[in-house]
């Protein structure tokens, strides 16, 4: 079993920048590919990041791109999101996930989550 605990969240101002990390204990998620998602008030989840087992490849939804960082270090079983020029579109719960075998964008293949964390962004 993998628990995934994510910290960082919080309320910023548009174009301020917060770094959400996500804990993984349990066992080593250093062979698990890891994502994040979020989940706007009366919106469906959605896919934001990925990363490989390795961190050599990362994956971004469009609306993000250029703006977020996905990385990880596997000899602290931890994954980060930072998270710049922040929009108020950007409001949501962010979780992370973590799942065995290739990456993918589709929540319901991944194996564990973590119960979030609420970022907040003001206009």
């Known amino acids: 079993q993998v628990q995934l605990v994510e910290s960082g969240g919080g309320l910023v101002q548009a174009g301020g920048s917060l770094r959400l990390s996500c804990a993984a204990s349990g066992r080593t998620v250093s062979s698990y590919y890891m994502g994040w998602f979020r989940q706007a008030p009366g919106k469906e989840r959605e896919f934001v990041a990925g990363?490989?087992?390795?961190?050599?490849?990362?994956y971004y939804t469009d609306s993000v791109k250029g703006r977020f960082t996905i990385s990880r270090d596997n000899a602290k079983n931890t994954v980060y999101l930072q998270m710049n020029s922040l929009k108020p579109e950007d409001t949501a719960v962010y979780y992370c996930?973590?799942?065995?075998?290739?990456?993918?964008?589709?929540?319901?293949?991944?194996?564990?989550w973590g119960q979030g964390t609420q970022v907040t962004v003001s206009s």
């Open positions: 996930a973590a799942k065995r075998g290739p990456g993918s964008s589709v929540g319901r293949t991944y194996d564990y």
């Open positions: 990363i490989s087992w390795s961190g050599g490849v990362t």
